[in-house]
């Protein structure tokens, strides 16, 4: 949990798309609820990529299961 939180109090500082590709990536892997990393992470792309983002957080979490 506090990998967790670390992680998505960093998301605050991400400035670039591919910042939260990466942000995408890492938080299911330190969260232990994958609806609460995509919850975040939704929150946080724009509504243009959130479908990208989507996509990405679904593979990796059919890669880490």
């Known amino acids: 949990m506090v990998l967790d939180g670390i992680l998505t109090g960093a998301c605050v500082f991400a400035t670039q798309g591919w910042q939260m590709y990466i942000a995408a990536a890492a938080l ?3 969260s232990g609820t994958a609806p609460a990393a995509k919850g975040v992470v939704m929150e ?7 479908s990208a983002a989507l996509t990405a957080l ?3 979490e059919t890669v880490g299961a």
Do not use: F, M, N
């Open 28 to 30: 299911p892997w330190a």
């Open 44 to 50: 946080l792309v724009g509504a243009d990529e959130r």
């Open 58 to 60: 679904s593979l990796v």
